[in-house]
């Protein structure tokens, strides 16, 4: 009982660590490019889990180069197996927490790929609005535009590093500012650089105000930001109760032991406990799965 005690509290750790922790390969990788100055991205606050975290990248980055490999923290779900594995005298925790990689690692990778999308969107509203300001104490819409790009610090943020440097490449030797500012566009969360760059092709050909321009651009993605905010805050509940509603087998199963039965003994080494696994786990999913496709309908919609 102590072992697999001692084994979920470890899986608990583990979860933790992945739910705070950053991809840091990609903030090496993006420092490589632009330099040493970017911010840490969110974490923990651990430093001592940051550096085992980047350790462990380190030890994976072989393997991404000759393989094409991406793997990251996914992979602590297979020693989290084994000790369980070894706790509870079967092989079902490994087996199953082999299978778990890619779906942990598609979360984190969905997880990671949001991240970067509402920072883009929270960089593209800042932007608008440092430009305009700038526009109207009497600076040149390209030099408006090179000292945002510095202020706000977009070569130094991985989200944004990609469209910083051709954006601050147009603005300082003459080059094509809107058709920088639409391929910047396509990165996920950007999108609102697109009205940007209709409007600087609208002012450079017609002379029309570009500060009136971007404050409109800046008014209307802070809406939506406050939209995306009011939907989460509405999620927050629902989502609340379906952890709590995912995670009541784990207490049962601990309240079980607590009465004296063996309910993990049960569930890995009887046929009929491991039948009754297989079926709360397809049921455990399908409800998870539900549950998801609600809330991306939601999002969307």
Do not use: K, Y
């Not at 970017?38 to 380190?58: E, I, K, S």
């Not at 009929?272 to 539900?290: K, M, P, Q, S, Y």
């Amino acid at each position: 009982m102590n072992a697999v005690v001692f084994g979920a509290v470890l899986c608990a750790g583990v979860a933790a660590w992945v739910l705070c922790a950053r991809d840091e390969a990609v903030r090496r990788a993006r420092t490589l490019l632009v330099g040493p100055w970017g911010p840490p991205g969110p974490g923990c606050g651990v430093p001592g889990l940051r550096r085992l975290d980047v350790r462990v990248q380190a030890l994976l980055e072989p393997f991404r180069v000759r393989f094409g490999w991406r793997l990251g923290r996914e992979l602590l779900c297979l020693p989290a197996g084994l000790v369980l594995s070894v706790a509870a005298h079967s092989a079902v925790p490994a087996v199953l927490a082999a299978g778990a990689v890619p779906l942990v690692g598609r979360w984190l990778r969905g997880r990671e790929s949001r991240a970067l999308a509402e920072e883009r969107a929270l960089a593209a509203g800042a932007l608008c609005s440092a430009v305009a300001g700038d526009l109207r104490a009497g600076l040149a819409p390209q030099g408006a535009l090179a000292g945002a790009l510095l202020r706000e610090g977009w070569p130094g943020r991985p989200a944004l590093a990609d469209a910083a440097l051709p954006l601050l490449a147009a603005a300082r030797f003459g080059g094509d500012v809107p058709a920088a500012l639409r391929t910047a566009a396509r990165l996920d969360g950007a999108q609102g650089l697109a009205g940007v760059a209709a409007c600087w092709q609208v002012a450079v050909d017609g002379g029309a105000g570009l500060a009136d321009g971007l404050d409109r651009i800046a008014a209307a993605l802070r809406s939506e930001r406050d939209q995306r905010e009011d939907l989460r805050t509405q999620l927050a509940a629902p989502r609340s109760t379906v952890l709590m509603l995912a995670l009541l087998p784990l207490f049962g199963l601990v309240l079980g032991a607590g009465l004296g039965a063996d309910p993990v003994g049960t569930l890995l080494r009887t046929p009929f406990g491991l039948g009754c696994l297989a079926a709360g786990g397809l049921l455990e999913w399908a409800g998870l799965a539900w549950t998801a496709r609600i809330v991306r309908t939601a999002e969307a919609s």
